[in-house]
């Protein structure tokens, strides 16, 4: 046979062929050669912080920051208004203080509300007097109107005309005279501020609450004797707090505590004729 002359072609070199590569060395990265990344100076910001699992804090920053006198940071200004985290300050009050409050507007000639209030006004007090008020109207009106055409054995209709008549005027009046005054000491430059203001007409008007239990008295004289003397209480307690501030509007001063005392005294002949005319 053949085979026997058949050579091994590993052992020789044949012309034209190409030569075995061997297999590559292990290749192996030293520990000097190796980065982390992130590199370690912005590890903390992008990981917020030493094992953070939460935002970015400083790309939260950059991106939740208005840039100076853009549009963006002007609208943001007028949202606020419109914000309830904007209020939220001035309904955190401790029962205490509202209580406090409460009793310095029934002592009219203290005129010392403001400087206590100066710091910390609220809007929590003057909202529940408000709507108290309104309750009040509303459940002695009814209940005394009932009673008078039982006693007369007429047939008896509820007027809801007069809860939302109560509503519009309380409300209104402690949102929107607060308001014009506001304006008005603005424009002569009295150092006002409008939650202050909003809190002082609010409280103004508890004294309202007693008068008003009391206005189921059957006679008609007693009954202005009760609103005139609840209005005239209402009507110094504010223009005593405000006259300290409105003395730097020069001589026109007296003119716009003049106008806030006879205001607070029209409030009162208003309710006279609209709520204090239940009789039995």
């Known amino acids: 046979m053949m085979s026997g002359h058949y050579t091994s072609i590993e052992n020789q070199k044949v012309s034209g062929s190409v030569p075995a590569v061997p297999d590559p060395p292990p290749f192996k990265f030293s520990d000097s050669n190796l980065q982390t990344f992130p590199p370690s100076g912005t590890q903390a910001k992008i990981g917020g912080g030493t094992g953070g699992s939460g935002p970015p804090r400083e790309v939260d920053d950059t991106f939740s920051k208005p840039v100076s006198g853009s549009d963006e940071s002007q609208q943001s200004g007028w949202f606020q208004a419109f914000s309830l985290a904007t209020y939220k300050p001035y309904f955190d009050i401790d029962t205490v203080d509202v209580l406090e409050r409460i009793k310095d ?127 005239f209480m209402s009507a110094t307690f504010v223009a005593l707090n405000l006259r300290a501030h409105i003395l730097s509007a020069g001589e026109r001063w007296f003119l716009i505590v003049a106008g806030i005392f006879l205001l607070q005294l029209a409030l009162s002949v208003a309710l006279k004729v609209y709520l204090f005319k239940i009789t039995v």
């Open 105 to 231: 507007s029934l002592y009219p000639f203290n005129g010392a509300f403001n400087e206590k209030t100066a710091s910390n006004p609220d809007l929590y007090g003057p909202f529940w007097i408000c709507t108290t008020l309104i309750f009040v109207a509303a459940s002695i009106g009814t209940f005394v109107t009932y009673i008078s055409h039982k006693l007369k054995h007429q047939e008896w209709n509820y007027d809801i005309n007069l809860v939302t008549w109560s509503a519009g005027l309380f409300y209104g009046y402690v949102t929107f005279v607060p308001l014009g005054l506001y304006i008005i000491l603005k424009y002569f430059s009295v150092p006002s501020g409008l939650v202050q203001l909003l809190c002082l007409y609010g409280y103004s008007l508890f004294v309202f609450i007693p008068a008003l239990c009391l206005s189921v008295v059957p006679w008609e004289i007693v009954r202005w004797v009760i609103a005139g003397v609840a209005g």
